[in-house]
Nanobody
């Protein structure tokens, strides 16, 4: 079992930045696929970014390319999502997810991830 704990959400103005953290407990996340997803009210959960911790290969949704950066610190068993130039459309509950000891799918889909955090709210006002 692995427990994922997100932090770093909050309320910001459009154009500002936030950094989300996802700390993993119970298992080493090296050689695993770690993903960030988000879900806005009334919308489906969507994959925002993912990273394979064994090689740092990454994926970004078109809506966040050039603004968000996913990274990992294997020594701290933690994955980060740096979010810049935030817009109101980025407002959502953000989740961290893990698929242990597997490479990442081409496009992250929720059903492909086994472990989930509780989510952290990001609210961007105009």
């Amino acid at each position: 079992q692995v427990q994922l704990v997100e932090s770093g959400g909050g309320s910001v103005q459009a154009g500002e930045s936030l950094r989300l953290s996802c700390a993993a407990f119970g298992r080493d996340i090296t050689w695993s696929c770690m993903g960030w997803f988000r879900q806005a009210p009334g919308k489906e959960r969507e994959g925002v970014a993912s990273i394979y911790t064994g090689a740092s290969s990454t994926y970004y949704a078109d809506s966040v390319k050039g603004r968000f950066t996913i990274s990992r610190d294997n020594a701290k068993n933690t994955v980060y999502l740096q979010m810049n130039s935030l817009t109101p459309e980025d407002t959502a509950l953000y989740y961290c997810a893990a698929e242990m000891w597997r490479t990442c799918p081409t496009v992250p889909a929720p059903h492909k991830f086994d472990y989930w955090g509780q989510g952290t709210q990001v609210t961007v006002s105009s």
